[in-house]
């Protein structure tokens, strides 16, 4: 069974920016894909971004050109480099593992805070 933990998180000033890490542990079985969510108080969990086992990422509008994904599969840690951050940006951020198996796996989450 695959157990993903999240880092990374803080609060940081609008404008600045913070890279969370989501490292896997346990049987990862390939292909698979690393989603990034996150979920603002009081809001439904959103997609953010993806990346598959063969490094190609998609995102969601309101992220493109700020957070990039990307995955070091030697150190099975996937990465969510987010630049430019606004307030709306707050949110708890997780990652989910979804594999050909149809396994999903969720890290327990961190906590990004942007001040404004």
């Known amino acids: 069974q695959v157990q993903l933990v999240e880092s990374g998180g803080g609060l940081v000033q609008a404008g600045g920016s913070l890279r969370l890490s989501c490292s896997a542990t346990?049987?990862?079985?390939?292909?698979?894909?690393i989603h990034w969510y996150r979920q603002g108080s009081g809001k439904q969990r959103e997609l953010v971004g993806s990346?598959?086992?063969?490094?190609?990422?998609t995102y969601v509008d309101s992220v493109k050109g700020r957070f990039t994904v990307s995955r070091d599969n030697s150190k099975r840690t996937a990465y969510l480099q987010m630049n430019g951050l606004k307030p709306e940006d707050t949110a708890v951020y997780y990652c989910?593992?979804?594999?050909?198996?149809?396994?999903?796996?969720w890290g327990p989450g961190t906590q990004v805070t942007v001040s404004s």
């Open positions: 990346i598959d086992s063969y490094g190609a990422p």
């Open positions: 346990g049987k990862i079985y390939s292909p698979n894909t």
């Open positions: 989910k593992y979804s594999d050909f198996l149809k396994n999903n796996i």
